[in-house]
Each structure stands twice: as C-alpha cells, then as structure tokens.
C-alpha cells in the first residue's frame, strides 16, 4: 500500500539521485576535457569524453585499476585520435604504471575537488594506470 511517506521518501530519494548525477556532471566536465575516438567490434567509431594532463612534453589520460571499456577498445589499437581544443590529432599511446602517483597529483591538481569527488564515487585512485600519449609522426 503507498503511503504519503512512501511517496514522499521516493520524490526525496530521486531529488538525491539526480543532485548526485549533477554534481558528477559539473565535476566532471567544468575543466579542460578531451574526446577520445575508438572503435568497437564492429568498426563504429565511439567517442568519450576524459580528463587530460600534460607532463614533460606528454599527454596524460588515465584509466582505473579496474579498467573501462573505452580502455579496452583502446587496446586493440596501436594509434588513436584525440580532440583537444578542436583539434583532432593521432597518437602512439603507452600506459606508464610508473608515473602513477606523478598523473594522479597532476589530475588532482588541475581538476581540484571534481577529481575528489570522482575519485570517491569509483573507490579511489590507487592502482590507477596512466596512459602516456605521443603524437604520431
């Protein structure tokens, strides 16, 4: 049977819901993104959008322990196109586990507070896989 609290309690638990999806939102995409460009088995190109950072003349993006599907098309490829500022350019990618904690300090520098809450949502950054991007000549 609904209750008013039942109703009142669903309207509280979506309000919550949707606060969480926009705050990951802004979060996420408030600073400096770059679009990634893969392709699935059946050779449709996918685009995702992710946080970038640059070190000693590279590119960095980075990928959780667990890893993610737009990681997974990405190794299947040796190059892969990235937008940034509006410009498309190929790269030769590496991932680099040795510059781990240099990425996340980077990531938490530029993205402030968003990387904290992101980072809370998916259980943190260690294990962490940097990916080192290299533009292809």
């Known amino acids: 049977m609904n209750t008013p609290n039942s109703y009142f309690f669903a309207i509280i638990l979506l309000g919550l819901l949707i606060l969480l999806f926009l705050t990951q939102f802004i979060a996420s995409e408030r600073i400096e993104v770059v679009e990634l460009h893969t392709f699935n088995e059946t050779s449709d190109e996918l685009t995702t959008r992710l946080w970038v950072v640059d070190d000693d003349g590279f590119q960095y993006l980075r990928v959780g322990s667990d ?43 530029k993205y402030g507070w968003g990387d904290s809450f992101i980072g809370t949502l998916t259980g943190g950054r260690l294990g962490s896989i940097p990916i080192e991007l290299k533009l292809a000549q």
């Open 67 to 109: 890893g993610s599907d737009w990681f997974n098309r990405l190794q299947t490829a040796k190059t892969v196109d990235i937008t940034r500022n509006g410009r498309r350019y190929t790269y030769s990618w590496s991932t680099r586990p040795d510059k781990s904690k240099k990425v996340n300090l980077l990531m938490q520098d």
